[in-house]
């Protein structure tokens, strides 16, 4: 339910006029490949599948170190920072967004932030993220409602994370230039690719005063 909310309310809500979203795909289970977000000179196929789209949701378990798949067989079960390094971006992604626990603490942020080469924000959770089956209670959910609805794309993650999540929960954004704080699809306006070694990171708790 949590990647069907996102899917239907982007597809169905805001894919029309100058919003223009369109469905690529959508793996769920079995068929939510690590492969598919794994750079290419590893065996990966991000470049066939994360890099040709501008929003990359995912929903799964996860932790500092990684995020996991259900099948083990395409190729492993588990997305690590070293899969990813210097690869997001180089093509048409822009934002990556996970609903899984903890990948964004502490210990990993940097190892995370390297996976950027072109893409604007890796959005998630410092802390463990609930998960909600009911469609208009997800993360998902809310995350594209507040896109359609015109709020810059960082934004909407914490307003879905005060919308969906248990008061306490932090989720982040980690920048790859303050300028994609800005990024704002319902008004066309995205910052430039970037490809350096520098990254920024912001964090907002649900339910208290705005991300800092």
Known sequence: QEGWGLYKKLTDWCGWGSNNWRGRYRYGNTYAWEEDFKRSALGGKEHIYL?????????????????????????????????????????????????????????????????????????????????????????GYWFARYICSGYKVAQAWYKAADRSQPTGRVVRALINELDCLNDRPSSG???????????WVQTHTAGSEPAR
């Open 51 to 139: 890099d040709t789209v501008d929003l990359q949701f995912y929903v799964g378990h996860g932790g500092p170190s990684s995020f996991t798949f259900c099948d083990t067989s395409h190729d492993d079960k588990w997305l690590t920072p070293n899969d990813c390094y210097r690869s997001w971006g180089d093509n048409d992604n822009e934002w990556v967004a996970l609903t899984s626990c903890k990948v964004l603490a502490d210990s990993h942020l940097a190892n995370w932030a390297r996976c950027m080469k072109g893409t604007h924000l890796i959005l998630g959770f410092k802390t463990n993220a609930a998960a909600d089956m009911s469609y208009s209670g997800t993360q």
């Open 189 to 199: 306006y995205v910052c430039s690719d970037s490809w350096d070694w520098d990254a």
